[in-house]
């Protein structure tokens, strides 16, 4: 069990943190893990929920990225090809091998897709998952049986990682607290502390619950917030310019008819000049994504109407059954924090990652891709010695086995994702039976899920739950909204909560997820 209070409390009991993270995304998260594991005293402060923002809106791929092949980007694909293979290998209960089929209408196509994907074959080395090759017109069909057969020549057919984003970040978070890294959402870092010589040498935070202030001593601040980076290198200088460049991802979510079999449809080329994905996804399928610059960031990014339409549209020509608007299930939005370059097309800036460090020492990680989390927060505790020219203490995050481990797991169960912990799961059902009934007709979910989410994963709302511990804003938005009211009475129990709470998440959530029906 994760105790929010103890937490807090360790926090005023410790006189001097190592290091200090701010954000808990995926690369906040991941840092905060080496860090620890090195043996380093770490806290972890999240001005929301973990994943919250980009890390839980990704096309939910592992992979290497075939697209930067083309735009002849090899070391970021090769260095995400080897993480790739260590994300299966640490959490093969949330890493799955996926297969993808790229569908060729024009002979010339063919030998073009073929010899790029054996390149990336190559690059995977022992990490690989399996060959790639050319199959036939017939074999493409049989995998996937509702694609459009009008001109259809064949199939390359290749195999990159699928996984569950949000549920792999509670994982690292978990993780974290298992290796006794403190870990603390709902904790808005608002200034930076400064010593004598301009160095950053802690924060202050509020609990957005509590609204309390704390001040946090700290050797080393790291500042890994992704699109907001720009926000918390302002607080360190006013004159900052900005170093990022965000974009716009939309996927949609349509029911398992569209993409029948298990396999994914890879799209080389489309209109806009980006890469689009169908890929079955519990018993759905997501379908995206887009790319649209921005000027400005928000916490709850909307889909555009016309990033909408481009999705159906371009899906439309590869499908028997076209999708309408009235068949999409939910719609999410996310931004991407690209390192800002003089380049204004962001689907051709660079997903590498890069570090830095500002006059006040204070170290921040822009870039870079869900896949490359790992090697990210690797450079990224390296970096941090480097600068204080420490002797260093080995990276072992390559051979760490993630919280609930367990291989062999079911892929197409939904509750796979939560490994070893499933009989703790069945065990609250063993006390109390009820909570085996299941949130919603069309959810997987059950209210025991919802129970584990508050206890043991730090689930603080009625969305961190829905969003995140289950996924059920995203798989079914309106079953959502249906299920609110009985999970935030049953959350209310447990976090003792009274009604006007209760109305509060009901009414909060309901509006946020308005948003994510089409």
């Not at 005293?41 to 697209?67: I, M, N, P, W, Y």
């Not at 199959?135 to 020549?153: A, F, H, M, R, V």
């Not at 800002?340 to 990680?365: L, N």
Request: glycine share 8%.
């Amino acid at each position: 069990m994760i105790n929010r209070e103890e937490i807090l409390k360790n926090i005023n009991e410790t006189d001097n943190y190592d290091v200090i993270i701010i954000g808990g995304g995926a690369t906040g998260l991941g840092a905060a893990l080496d860090s620890t594991l090195r043996g380093y005293k770490t806290l972890l402060l999240e001005q929301h929920d973990f994943a919250k923002g980009t890390s839980s809106r990704s096309t939910k791929l592992a992979h290497g990225g075939v697209r930067y092949l083309k735009q002849g980007d090899v070391g970021m694909v090769r260095e995400a090809l080897r993480e790739r293979g260590l994300m299966k290998e640490n959490a093969p209960h949330l890493v799955h091998d996926q297969k993808f089929i790229v569908p060729v209408y024009d002979w010339w196509d063919a030998p073009l897709y073929t010899t790029g994907l054996k390149v990336y074959d190559v690059m995977a080395g022992d990490l690989g998952i399996g060959p790639s090759e050319m199959i036939s017109k017939e074999k493409t069909l049989s995998l996937i049986p509702n694609l459009n057969e009008e001109g259809l020549i064949g199939g390359v057919l290749y195999y990159d990682g699928q996984f569950d984003d949000a549920r792999l970040a509670i994982t690292l978070m978990k993780t974290i607290h298992d290796y006794k890294g403190d870990v603390l959402n709902y904790a808005k870092v608002v200034s930076l502390k400064k010593d004598e010589s301009g160095r950053v040498c802690g924060v202050t935070f509020n609990d957005q619950e509590t609204e309390d202030t704390y001040q946090v001593k700290a050797s080393n601040v790291i500042n890994c917030t992704g699109v907001f980076v720009d926000e918390i290198l302002a607080l360190d200088d006013k004159e900052h310019k900005p170093v990022v460049k965000p974009s716009q991802g939309v996927h949609i979510i349509l029911d398992k008819e569209f993409l029948q079999g298990q396999s994914s449809i890879m799209v080389p080329r489309t209109e806009d000049g980006r890469v689009l994905f169908a890929v079955p996804w519990y018993n759905k399928i997501v379908v995206g994504t887009t790319d649209t610059p921005l000027d400005e960031v928000s916490e709850e990014p909307r889909a555009l109407e016309e990033e909408i339409e481009f999705i159906l549209k371009t899906a439309a020509k590869y499908l028997n059954k076209e999708p309408k608007r009235s068949d999409v299930k939910s719609v999410f939005a996310g931004l991407r924090p690209l390192v800002k370059t003089e380049d204004e097309e962001t689907k051709k800036i660079s997903r590498s990652h890069k570090v830095i460090a500002s006059k006040s020492k204070m170290i921040t990680v822009v870039g870079g891709k869900w896949t490359t989390y790992r090697q990210m927060a690797e450079d990224t505790i390296n970096f941090m010695e480097r600068m204080n020219n420490d002797v260093g203490v080995h990276c072992i995050t390559k051979d760490v086995l993630l919280h609930g481990y367990k291989k062999g797991v079911d892929r197409l169960d939904f509750r796979s994702v939560y490994g070893n912990d499933i009989s703790k799961i069945d065990k609250l059902i063993d006390e109390i039976p009820d909570l085996q009934h299941k949130i919603h007709k069309n959810l997987p979910y059950r209210f025991a899920d919802i129970v584990w989410g508050v206890t043991h994963e730090m689930g603080r709302t009625l969305e961190d739950i829905l969003a995140r511990r289950t996924r059920s804003l995203l798989l079914d938005a309106k079953a959502s909204i249906e299920a609110a009211p009985e999970v935030a009475k049953l959350m209310a129990k447990y976090l003792e909560k009274d009604d006007d709470w209760v109305n509060d998440q009901v009414k909060d959530y309901t509006e946020l997820a308005n948003g994510y029906l089409c």
